[in-house]
């Protein structure tokens, strides 16, 4: 049900008014399972035999079609909390759907699931600012872009001429904002512009120092490189 919705919004080169309307349809047969009524189609007899084996609830399934339709429909995102409910509606659902049928409902569980599917959600998204914006759409808030001087109105192939973003690795100005995000709480922005100037030293001193014919050091290196980039409570390896 998930995947398939979800590629509807995404996937294929149907309009966007194609795309709400199947959306719909799936948001039809929802009702229909909701009010006891025999669904439509093999997908969805099988998630209504699942629905009530389980005793899911609906809910978080609607919340997955209404962040689906936002994908159709909304490119950008002001700020943070735009974004965190747009997680709320689009990967917190599949873990509290996880947690059902596990028979888990207590709230401390579905918090936690909350935060690890957010950051999952999140974390998706930094890696894949490529892709999303050859699809026309920008999940970083416009606000944090503007904070660091990136024009969201600029192309793919000028942000990547700026080494703002490239093509295989996210690096330039998008790692500096990874390392403000880690610490955005804090509200400490001098300790992560000078971990980012840590970061660029340390990089070129792993270009250097590997013995002829090891083959893993390179490897190794770069493994300890990328650990301490993404986690900023550690320090440098």
């Not at 009530?52 to 429909?73: C, I, N, T, Y």
């Not at 888990?104 to 957010?118: I, R």
């Not at 503007?146 to 996210?170: H, M």
């Amino acid at each position: 049900f998930a995947r398939s919705a979800d590629d509807i919004a995404d996937e294929g080169d149907a309009t966007a008014d194609e795309r709400l309307a199947a959306l719909q349809q799936y948001e039809a047969q929802l009702d229909r399972i909701e009010s006891g009524n025999k669904p439509d189609g093999a997908l969805f007899t099988r998630l209504a035999q699942m629905v009530e084996a389980h005793r899911l609830p609906l809910q978080p399934m609607r919340d997955l079609l209404s962040a689906f339709r936002q994908d159709v429909v909304t490119l950008r995102y002001p700020e943070h909390d735009a974004l965190l409910d747009y997680c709320r509606r689009s990967a917190n659902p599949v873990g509290a759907l996880m947690l059902h049928l596990y028979g888990v409902h207590d709230a401390a569980s579905m918090k936690q699931s909350d935060a690890v599917c957010s950051a999952l959600q999140l974390t998706n998204f930094w890696q894949d600012v490529g892709v999303d914006w050859d699809k026309s759409r920008i999940y970083i808030p416009l606000d944090d872009m503007k904070r660091f001087g990136v024009d969201a109105s600029q192309s793919l192939a000028e942000w990547r001429k700026k080494g703002w973003i490239y093509p295989d690795d996210p690096r330039g100005w998008f790692q500096w904002y990874c390392r403000y995000y880690l610490g955005r709480r804090s509200l400490d922005d001098e300790r992560q512009i000078r971990r980012w100037r840590q970061m660029a030293r340390h990089v070129a001193q792993v270009k250097q120092g590997c013995m002829p014919r090891d083959l893993e050091c390179r490897p190794r290196q770069g493994q300890a490189v990328l650990h301490w980039r993404y986690e900023g409570r550690i320090n440098r390896p």
